[in-house]
């Protein structure tokens, strides 16, 4: 017993070293995605009845002067704003709502707004998402800077695609398929979502430009703790050294700028790991559920707020781009049925929605029933 509790409240335990940094992570996302809902739908004079963190029972909670119920739920995987004249928390339009509200209650209903407001307060979850991200990234960069490595060649692993392509120690990689590369980071990034597809590399070789074509192969990377990843690599290697390794600094402006630079990277290289597993190049096993973020956020906790911080940040935006994904129950679904309502002039036939709102249902259950499997797969492969 006591073996138990020690490992449970100890530092590196579950407690503080597992539970409390996945918490932290999770609970700031979901919280900044709901108010994004609810600031916008106020101001689009939309009333809201419950504005939760998590699902399932309450546990400790308040009503604010406007009638809204906010409150902490028990199951924190998630949050929901429900709107005057929602049927439920995925937002679905209740066609005998009317038969139970008020005048008043009926003037600030979610389904009696116009298709634009009811747009705007439904794009505004994930655009939430995304403005996190880059006020994380923006508080990173201008508190603790960030490393920057130059983009030289130290040395090659032995039989990498980059030695095979002829490229030798002292190489400076100038560009990538004509795009510029400016530090070390800028090549690993380009090169990981692209195993198996060729690549025009252009290296400063003593003073001359030297052209090169390689392809960069699959291989699985084990991290500081364990974790496992496919991606693609070309065996170039940087030291501190050769490198020049150096932390730059920057103000509230600069930072502000590379903030949004590094989200839209992150929304780019997610966009491609869907797009490469729906078209079969990429693996899904690296899709992950609440086990796995769990387990990272933990593990992150351990590097430090900086590591933290910048994982929420990643986990934000993900959050945010799979709100837009056009399935109904999801954010980007309700959009889908409002651009066609803007186009026929009317709302989409409620049957049509019942349907979709099934179809989504399952798309969703299956979804998280394979991430968990993924999650329950992985732990038994670390064991």
């Not at 116009?114 to 655009?127: D, E, I, K, L, Q």
């Not at 980007?332 to 409002?338: A, D, E």
């Not at 019942?354 to 249902?361: D, K, R, S, W």
Request: hydrophobic share 50%; aromatic share 10%; glycine share 12%.
């Amino acid at each position: 017993m006591l073996d138990f509790l020690t490992g449970l409240f100890a530092a590196n335990g579950f407690l503080f070293g597992v539970l409390v940094p996945f918490l932290f992570v999770l609970l700031i996302v979901v919280f900044i995605h709901e108010l994004g809902h609810y600031l916008v739908g106020r101001w689009c004079g939309i009333g809201a009845e419950v504005f939760s963190v998590g699902f399932g029972p309450e546990i400790i909670g308040f009503t604010d002067r406007r009638g809204t119920r906010w409150r902490l739920s028990a199951i924190p995987l998630g949050g929901y704003v429900r709107f005057v004249g929602d049927m439920n928390v995925a937002s679905v339009p209740d066609r005998h709502a009317d038969d139970d509200l008020s005048e008043e209650k009926r003037a600030v209903a979610f389904h009696h707004k116009s298709v634009g407001r009811r747009a705007a307060t439904v794009f505004a979850g994930p655009a939430a998402n995304f403005l996190l991200a880059i006020v994380l990234f923006a508080m990173i960069f201008s508190a603790f800077g960030r490393g920057i490595a130059d983009p030289v060649v130290s040395d090659l692993r032995p039989g990498g695609a980059a030695e095979a392509a002829g490229l030798l120690p002292g190489d400076r990689i100038v560009s990538l398929d004509g795009n510029a590369i400016t530090q070390f980071s800028d090549i690993q990034r380009y090169v990981s979502v692209r195993a198996g597809v060729p690549i025009d590399v252009e290296v400063d070789r003593g003073g001359a430009l030297e052209r090169f074509t390689l392809v960069p192969e699959r291989l699985e990377i084990e991290d500081r703790f364990g974790n496992k990843i496919e991606q693609g690599v070309i065996g170039v290697i940087n030291d501190r050294a050769t490198g020049g390794y150096r932390i730059e600094r920057y103000g509230i402006g600069e930072s502000l700028v590379l903030a949004t630079a590094e989200t839209w990277f992150v929304v780019q290289r997610t966009g491609s790991y869907i797009g490469g597993v729906v078209t079969g190049r990429e693996n899904a096993n690296q899709i992950g559920g609440p086990i796995r973020v769990a387990q990272v956020s933990g593990q992150v906790a351990t590097l430090g707020i900086v590591a933290l911080l910048n994982l929420a940040a990643i986990l934000s935006v993900s959050i945010g781009l799979l709100n837009l994904l056009p399935v109904p129950v999801l954010d980007g679904g309700h959009l889908l049925f409002y651009l066609f309502e803007a186009i026929r002039g009317r709302p989409v036939p409620e049957k049509m929605q019942e349907f979709g709102y099934g179809i989504g249902v399952v798309l969703i259950v299956g979804l998280m029933v394979f991430a968990t499997w993924n999650d329950i797969t992985m732990l038994f492969d670390r064991s």
